[in-house]
């Protein structure tokens, strides 16, 4: 069975400061791995995804990803948060192998202080 | 880029309401579309996974009879929540990918479900 762990419930940064997402997952073939972002009553918007290739992955609103197959992470970083950025973030994990499913983690909350 | 449209956004009902849920693909066609339930401050939880022209295959422990999904064409699929009670009360989320395979799923805005 696929699962994501995000370790982390809430994080609060200053603005400006870096922030890094940890996501980690488990699944039994290969992976596809995306980032989701969302505000408050809203739906969710693709941040990134990683489906093979270069382990970094670019995204949206200066987010990437690195993909780390011996970890089994994928962690999300950027270098520098704006209060804009102040959200519940979700790793998901997906493949052919589970039929097109997502299988989320818990999320994350992103506080930023001015 | 793809849209999704759910609708309506917000719901407020009577115990014993049943409602529907759209959700429409706009400018894609999607074989597949996922119906997913989030609880306040809570991750997405998968439902049930609604295929266009067939039934839906639902997750453990979701009761079909409560949660009926119907995929008539390749842009809607409807979530309807039979005779609602209190415990139904959640955000409802759509997804479809825009082709087949894995691809990057674009969700609704939700629907804020509350059975008075």
């Known amino acids: 069975a696929q699962s994501v762990t995000q370790p982390d419930i809430h994080i609060t940064v200053s603005e400006g400061a870096s922030l890094e997402l940890r996501c980690n997952y488990s699944?039994?073939?290969?992976?596809?791995l995306f980032w989701y972002v969302q505000s408050p009553g809203q739906g969710l918007q693709l941040l990134l995804k990683?489906?093979?290739?270069?382990?970094l992955v670019q995204g949206i609103k200066g987010f990437e990803a690195e993909f780390k197959r011996s970890q089994s992470s994928f962690n999300l970083r950027k270098p520098s948060v704006h209060w804009s950025d102040a959200a519940e973030y979700f790793c998901?994990?997906?493949?052919?192998?589970?039929?097109?499913?997502?299988?989320f983690g818990g999320g994350t909350r992103v506080l930023v202080k001015p | 880029g793809a849209v999704v449209s759910q609708h309506p956004s917000r719901v407020i009902c009577k115990s014993g309401t049943s409602v529907k849920i759209e959700c429409r693909s706009l400018?894609?066609?999607?074989?597949?579309m996922f119906w997913y339930r989030q609880f306040p401050k809570q991750s997405l939880m998968l439902m049930a996974t609604?295929?266009?022209?067939?039934?839906?295959?639902?997750e453990q422990g979701v009761e079909k009879d409560k949660f009926l999904i119907n995929h008539a064409s390749l842009t809607l699929s409807t979530l309807t929540v039979t005779s609602a009670h209190p415990e139904d009360s959640s955000f409802y989320i759509c997804?479809?990918?825009?082709?087949?395979?894995?691809?990057?799923?674009?969700f609704g805005d939700g629907t804020r479900l509350s059975i008075l």
């Open positions: 699944y039994g073939a290969t992976p596809y």
């Open positions: 997804s479809a990918g825009d082709s087949g395979g894995v691809q990057p799923q674009h």
């Open positions: 998901a994990v997906g493949g052919r192998a589970a039929g097109n499913k997502l299988t």
């Open positions: 400018d894609f066609q999607a074989t597949t």
């Open positions: 990683y489906f093979s290739g270069d382990t």
């Open positions: 609604s295929n266009e022209g067939s039934k839906a295959t639902y």
